[in-house]
T-cell receptor
Framework: AQSVTQLDSQVPVFEEAPVELRCNYSSSVSVYLFWYVQYPNQGLQLLLKYLSGSTLVKGINGFEAEFNKSQTSFHLRKPSVHISDTAEYFCAVSVIQGAQKLVFGQGTRLTINP | GAVVSQHPSWVICKSGTSVKIECRSLDFQATTMFWYRQFPKQSLMLMATSNEGSKATYEQGVEKDKFLINHASLTLSTLTVTSAHPEDSSFYIC????????????FGDGTRLSIL
């Protein structure tokens, strides 16, 4: 079975500051990795995904994430955040072979202060 | 990008009522649709996996007779909460997936269900 741990439930940062949202996963088989963003009362929007290849993945809205296989991590970063980045962020994994079921982390609430 | 429409976005009804939620993939044919439930300030929990033309596969602990899923076509899946009670109040989200290389799941905007 797979599991995902997001180490911070809440992350407050000031506008234009850099941010890192941490994600660690556990799996006995190879997985795909995803970051999703959820704005209030909305569904999830895909920020980025790691399937294979380069371990540094660039996504939408200026976000990027780095896959580290030895540390089983997939941390999300943005060099300069904006008020509009305030949202809930979910890290997720799915097994490469299978029904593409996603296993989500607990979520990290990112709050940007002016 | 791919669009998934979920309807209704918000529903309030009396205890004992059955409520149907629709999930449509608007611009692609979804081989699989997923239904999730999300409690306030918590993560998404997968309820069931639905493949077109076959019975849904429910996750452990999810009552099949309470949460009826129908996937009649490649663009439409429905979740019916039968005889809903206050404990069924939650945020329900669907996603649609098209089998193929590197295809992600695309999520609907969710349905806020409140049972009085």
């Amino acid at each position: 079975a797979q599991s995902v741990t997001q180490l911070d439930s809440q992350v407050p940062v000031f506008e234009e500051a850099p941010v890192e949202l941490r994600c660690n996963y556990s799996s006995s088989v190879s997985v795909y990795l995803f970051w999703y963003v959820q704005y209030p009362n909305q569904g999830l929007q895909l920020l980025l995904k790691y399937l294979s290849g380069s371990t540094l993945v660039k996504g939408i809205n200026g976000f990027e994430a780095e896959f580290n296989k030895s540390q089983t991590s997939f941390h999300l970063r943005k060099p300069s955040v904006h008020i509009s980045d305030t949202a809930e962020y979910f890290c997720a994994v799915s097994v490469i072979q299978g029904a593409q079921k996603l296993v989500f982390g607990q979520g990290t609430r990112l709050t940007i202060n002016p | 990008g791919a669009v998934v429409s979920q309807h209704p976005s918000w529903v309030i009804c009396k205890s004992g009522t059955s409520v149907k939620i629709e999930c449509r993939s608007l611009d692609f044919q979804a081989t699989t649709m997923f239904w999730y439930r999300q409690f306030p300030k918590q993560s998404l929990m997968l309820m069931a996996t639905s493949n077109e033309g076959s019975k849904a596969t429910y996750e452990q602990g999810v009552e099949k007779d309470k949460f009826l899923i129908n996937h009649a076509s490649l663009t439409l899946s429905t979740l019916t909460v039968t005889s809903a009670h206050p404990e069924d109040s939650s945020f329900y989200i669907c996603s649609a997936y098209r089998q193929g290389r590197n295809q992600p799941q695309h999520f609907g905007d969710g349905t806020r269900l409140s049972i009085l």
